[in-house]
Nanobody
Framework: VQLVESGGGLVQPGGSLRLSCAAS????????INWYRQAPGKERELVAA????????YYLDSVKARFTISRDNHKNTAFLQMNMLKPEHTAMYFC????????WGQGTQVTVSS
């Protein structure tokens, strides 16, 4: 079982990033996909979630209208489109697949700084 995040990096305030989460080793289409983030010194928090069928979705209030979660069950991949990024969005972002069990990726670092 693997979840591999990619797409993080350094971006200026106001910029955009698209995170990807590539899954293998399990039936991706049966799992809810969550994106979490953890900033230094803070607890991990749920940012966005999407059901196995691709909707409905959930967003943390502070990222609504900025972030969009999506998935492609044919490609076993989930995405988090992040727009209008702010320095407070800086964190390690993790992909999580949840059904009866939880699978986690290793995370991808997002740094928003000028």
């Amino acid at each position: 079982v693997q979840l591999v995040e990619s797409g993080g990096g350094l971006v200026q305030p106001g910029g955009s990033l698209r995170l990807s989460c590539a899954a293998s080793g399990f039936t991706f289409s049966n799992y809810v996909i969550n994106w979490y983030r953890q900033a230094p010194g803070k607890e991990r928090e749920l940012v966005a979630a999407i059901t196995s069928a691709g909707g409905p979705t959930y967003y943390l209030d502070s990222v609504k209208a900025r972030f969009t979660i999506s998935r492609d069950n044919h490609k076993n991949t989930a995405f988090l489109q992040m727009n209008m990024l702010k320095p407070e969005h800086t964190a390690m972002y993790f992909c999580n697949a949840r059904r009866v069990v939880n699978y986690w990726g290793q995370g991808t670092q997002v740094t928003v700084s000028s």
